[in-house]
């Protein structure tokens, strides 16, 4: 499956642009990736079902001395999260 990925600052007006199904193809996962909030993202797969999403890198460093990995946890959907729900409990996920 495609990906397209995207880079703007999320909104409701975003989010229902990329939720219609007349605005995006139906083949294609899309990724929108927040200017707002570093490592926050809505993914769109194939049945308009969207998806809240923050990327992190835990500070600090393993047992062995490296850098921790990059983190993806997933917030919620977009039925059950607005775009600021799932912003503000992003920021607190970060942060943890």
């Given at each position: 499956?495609p990906?397209?990925t995207?880079?703007?600052?999320?909104?409701?007006n975003?989010?229902?642009k990329?939720?219609?199904?007349?605005?995006r193809d139906?083949y294609?996962?899309?990724?929108i990736r927040?200017t707002?909030?570093p490592?926050?993202?809505l993914?769109?797969n194939?049945g308009a079902?969207?998806?809240?999403?923050?990327?992190?890198?835990?500070?600090?460093k393993t047992?062995?001395?490296k850098?921790w990995?990059?983190?993806?946890?997933?917030v919620?959907?977009?039925?059950?999260h607005?775009?600021?729900?799932?912003?503000d409990?992003?920021k607190?996920?970060?942060a943890?």
């Amino acid at each position: 499956m495609p990906t397209l990925t995207d880079k703007t600052k999320i909104t409701r007006n975003t989010l229902r642009k990329h939720l219609s199904a007349s605005q995006r193809d139906k083949y294609t996962k899309q990724i929108i990736r927040d200017t707002e909030l570093p490592g926050f993202s809505l993914t769109v797969n194939q049945g308009a079902i969207g998806s809240w999403w923050v990327q992190f890198r835990p500070k600090g460093k393993t047992p062995d001395g490296k850098r921790w990995s990059y983190r993806s946890v997933k917030v919620g959907d977009t039925k059950t999260h607005s775009v600021d729900e799932a912003r503000d409990e992003a920021k607190v996920m970060r942060a943890a």
